[in-house]
């Protein structure tokens, strides 16, 4: 049974100002126009989420996340997906560093100048982490409406696992990058930190880990620990904020690999030839034949000469937009039986049949918390 999941990322709503209002409302009801279009012509005509990988808001205000809500609760809506199974996490827009206290400025200096001994050391304490999450305020209301709360610990987020096979489940990992993020951070000099609090994701028989995260990994000053792990317990690795669509395989070692997502931007400041509206639909699905995942890509970008999207034949897989991965965790699950494999065909059957009742809510059969 395909899982589908609209993925968009870097929307910056609160950016517009002057024409950019009205043209960036259209785009984001175009998006909502082409993503029911496109998910009504693959796996049976609904989705199983929404994932949102950073930088919702421009500056992490009330009244942006008041408008983002309204704009994600309509694509959740017109995909048949209830509002339980977006899967969000900030980015560095989404804090209001207006809310930074003296204290925090100075906690944000000491963990840049140190490390994780540092790093550790503020999130033990509950008063110092209070500081650093004071900017996360509305950010946090907001994602706790979608049931992707921030955890105020500092540790990862999860909760959404979605049934692909007898025994096969896919589990989606949230992690916050943007915790340390003054405004000024550079990829070339990296400050921001993942923690090993966030980093040592769990390992399960029969569930791989779908890593949601808005920086990529060249971001942080603990990537070597963070890579680490992320190679040997997740299966992809889905990150935003560069605004340059890239993905690829990396075989960790015989029999495990791991996919690497960057997503462009759903909403930049303007389209150009670098930098143009894009979004994408995610298709996983159970390999039968090796026991692993499959992932089929349908990136979209905006073409400006006939003011909607297409599909994009360039990025993210262009016109071979297929992997598959070799996974782990789903071989050390229970091996399929014949019995458990007619299931999954009479399963199929129904979902694929137009004319066949199926739960009123998709989404019940697919997300567990």
């Known amino acids: 049974m395909s899982a589908v999941f609209v993925h968009v990322s870097d929307i910056h709503f609160g950016q517009e100002r002057d024409d950019r209002v009205h043209i960036h409302n259209d785009v984001k009801q175009q998006l909502i ?39 994600l609760d309509d694509l959740a ?61 509305d950010y946090g209301q907001f994602s706790f409406g979608y049931n992707c709360p921030l955890n105020d610990e500092g540790a990862y987020g999860t909760g959404m696992e979605v049934k692909l096979a007898p025994g096969r489940s896919i589990r989606f990992i949230r992690l916050n990058s943007a915790l340390l993020c003054h405004g000024e951070e550079r990829d070339e000099h990296p400050e921001l930190m993942i923690g090993a609090r966030q980093f040592t994701i769990p390992r399960t028989e029969g569930v791989e880990n779908v890593v949601l995260v808005h920086h990529p990994l060249h971001w942080y000053k603990d990537q070597g620990e963070v890579k680490s792990y992320i190679r040997s317990r997740a299966r992809v690795f889905i990150s935003g904020h560069e605004h340059d669509p890239k993905v690829s395989v990396d075989r ?14 759903t909403v930049p400041f303007k ?25 089929t890509m349908h990136p979209r970008a905006w073409n400006s000469k006939r003011t909607c999207f297409e599909a994009d034949t360039d990025r993210l897989g262009g016109k071979t937009p297929h992997f598959r991965l070799e996974c782990p965790f789903f071989r050390k699950a229970d091996p399929l039986t014949e019995a458990s494999t007619d299931q999954i065909m009479a399963l199929r059957k129904t979902l694929w049949n137009p004319m066949a009742a199926y739960p009123a809510s998709h989404s019940e059969t697919v997300c567990s918390f």
């Open 33 to 71: 126009n082409d993503a029911r279009e496109v998910v009504s012509g693959i796996a049976g005509g609904f989705a199983s989420g929404v994932l949102v990988t950073g930088d919702i808001a421009h500056s992490g205000k009330k009244a942006e996340y008041e408008e983002a809500g309204k704009w």
């Open 77 to 137: 809506a017109s995909i048949g997906v209830e509002i339980h199974c977006v899967q969000m996490v900030p980015g560095n827009h989404d804090l209001d560093r207006s809310k930074l206290s003296y204290s925090g400025g100075q906690i944000l200096d000491y963990i840049r100048k140190g490390g994780a001994t540092e790093y550790e050391k503020i999130l033990s304490n509950s008063t110092d982490r209070a500081a650093l999450f004071a900017r996360f305020e």
């Open 252 to 265: 960790v070692e015989d029999g495990n690999d791991l996919m690497m997502v960057a997503a462009g931007a």
């Open 271 to 295: 389209s150009d030839a670098i930098f143009t509206f894009t979004y994408n639909i995610i298709e996983f699905d159970w390999d039968e034949e090796l026991d692993g995942l499959s992932v």
